[in-house]
Protein backbone atom coordinates (compact mmCIF):
# COMPACT_ATOMS: atom_id res chain seq x y z
CA UNK A 1 0.00 0.00 0.00
CA UNK A 2 0.98 3.61 -1.04
CA UNK A 3 1.72 5.92 2.26
CA UNK A 4 0.53 8.59 -0.61
CA UNK A 5 -3.55 7.35 -0.35
CA UNK A 6 -4.27 7.76 3.17
CA UNK A 7 -2.04 11.03 3.42
CA UNK A 8 -3.72 13.38 0.71
CA UNK A 9 -7.47 11.74 1.77
CA UNK A 10 -6.40 12.81 5.54
CA UNK A 11 -4.63 16.17 4.01
CA UNK A 12 -8.59 16.81 2.26
CA UNK A 13 -10.31 15.45 5.58
CA UNK A 14 -8.54 17.91 7.31
CA UNK A 15 -8.84 20.66 5.20
CA UNK A 16 -13.17 20.32 5.19
CA UNK A 17 -12.40 20.37 8.73
CA UNK A 18 -10.62 23.95 9.32
CA UNK A 19 -13.04 25.49 6.62
CA UNK A 20 -15.91 23.87 8.53
CA UNK A 21 -14.37 25.29 11.56
CA UNK A 22 -13.87 28.86 9.94
CA UNK A 23 -16.93 29.30 8.06
CA UNK A 24 -19.77 27.84 9.61
CA UNK A 25 -21.83 29.80 12.73
CA UNK A 26 -23.62 26.75 14.29
CA UNK A 27 -21.66 25.07 17.22
CA UNK A 28 -23.34 21.72 16.30
CA UNK A 29 -21.20 21.89 12.63
CA UNK A 30 -18.48 23.53 14.42
CA UNK A 31 -17.67 20.95 16.85
CA UNK A 32 -18.51 18.17 13.97
CA UNK A 33 -15.75 19.74 12.07
CA UNK A 34 -13.31 19.59 14.80
CA UNK A 35 -14.21 15.63 15.13
CA UNK A 36 -13.58 15.32 11.51
CA UNK A 37 -9.80 17.00 11.62
CA UNK A 38 -9.72 14.70 14.51
CA UNK A 39 -10.26 11.86 12.39
CA UNK A 40 -8.08 12.67 10.00
CA UNK A 41 -5.09 12.74 12.12
CA UNK A 42 -6.30 9.14 13.60
CA UNK A 43 -5.92 8.04 9.91
CA UNK A 44 -2.36 9.20 9.64
CA UNK A 45 -1.44 7.71 13.01
CA UNK A 46 -2.97 4.16 11.67
CA UNK A 47 -0.88 5.05 7.63
CA UNK A 48 1.89 5.37 9.28
CA UNK A 49 2.24 3.08 12.20
CA UNK A 50 1.33 0.52 9.38
CA UNK A 51 3.97 2.08 6.50
CA UNK A 52 6.77 1.96 9.73
CA UNK A 53 5.66 -1.15 10.77
CA UNK A 54 6.18 -0.94 14.57
CA UNK A 55 6.12 -3.85 16.43
CA UNK A 56 4.61 -2.11 19.54
CA UNK A 57 1.76 -0.45 17.11
CA UNK A 58 1.88 3.35 18.83
CA UNK A 59 0.33 4.38 16.00
CA UNK A 60 -2.74 2.34 16.83
CA UNK A 61 -2.60 2.89 20.66
CA UNK A 62 -2.21 6.99 19.65
CA UNK A 63 -5.61 6.48 18.00
CA UNK A 64 -6.99 4.73 20.46
CA UNK A 65 -6.13 8.09 23.18
CA UNK A 66 -7.26 10.28 20.48
CA UNK A 67 -11.05 8.43 19.83
CA UNK A 68 -11.40 8.72 23.51
CA UNK A 69 -10.78 12.52 24.01
CA UNK A 70 -12.35 13.10 21.24
CA UNK A 71 -15.48 11.79 22.99
CA UNK A 72 -15.27 12.99 25.94
CA UNK A 73 -14.94 16.55 24.19
CA UNK A 74 -17.95 15.75 22.84
CA UNK A 75 -19.47 15.12 25.41
CA UNK A 76 -18.65 17.97 27.41
CA UNK A 77 -19.47 20.33 23.76
CA UNK A 78 -22.85 19.20 23.14
CA UNK A 79 -23.36 19.91 27.28
CA UNK A 80 -22.52 23.06 26.98
CA UNK A 81 -24.43 23.53 23.42
CA UNK A 82 -27.50 22.59 25.12
CA UNK A 83 -26.91 24.73 28.04
CA UNK A 84 -26.50 27.68 25.51
CA UNK A 85 -29.38 26.86 23.80
CA UNK A 86 -31.50 26.91 26.68
CA UNK A 87 -30.16 30.00 27.67
CA UNK A 88 -30.17 32.29 24.60
CA UNK A 89 -32.26 30.17 22.23
CA UNK A 90 -29.44 29.88 19.52
CA UNK A 91 -26.79 27.88 19.16
CA UNK A 92 -25.29 30.72 16.95
CA UNK A 93 -21.07 31.46 17.30
CA UNK A 94 -21.30 34.84 17.19
CA UNK A 95 -24.37 35.56 19.21
CA UNK A 96 -22.33 33.18 22.03
CA UNK A 97 -20.15 36.19 23.12
CA UNK A 98 -20.67 37.12 26.51
CA UNK A 99 -20.88 34.89 29.71
CA UNK A 100 -23.33 36.22 31.46
CA UNK A 101 -27.52 35.67 31.43
CA UNK A 102 -28.63 37.63 28.60
CA UNK A 103 -31.91 39.15 30.37
CA UNK A 104 -29.01 41.54 32.20
CA UNK A 105 -27.06 44.44 30.84
CA UNK A 106 -24.07 45.79 32.31
CA UNK A 107 -26.56 48.78 33.67
CA UNK A 108 -28.87 46.60 35.35
CA UNK A 109 -26.37 44.40 36.85
CA UNK A 110 -24.96 44.52 40.34
CA UNK A 111 -21.08 45.03 40.90
CA UNK A 112 -19.20 44.71 43.82
CA UNK A 113 -20.46 44.60 47.17
CA UNK A 114 -23.80 45.16 46.19
CA UNK A 115 -23.66 41.81 44.17
CA UNK A 116 -22.48 40.26 47.23
CA UNK A 117 -25.50 41.74 49.52
CA UNK A 118 -27.81 40.33 47.05
CA UNK A 119 -26.69 36.76 47.07
CA UNK A 120 -26.36 36.58 51.02
CA UNK A 121 -29.47 37.81 50.99
CA UNK A 122 -31.05 35.15 49.14
Same mark, same amino acid.
Given at each position: ?????????????????????? @?????? /?? %??? #?? $???? +?????? *???????????H????????T??I @?????? /?? %??? #?? $???? +?????? *??????????????????????????????
Amino acid at each position: MHLAYPAVLAVLLFSVGVYGVL @ARRNVI /LV %LMS #VE $LMLN +AVNLNL *VAFDVWLRDSLHAGQALTLFTITI @AAAEIG /LG %LAI #VL $LLFR +ARGTAD *VDRATELGDPAETAEEAPTGAEALKGQAAA
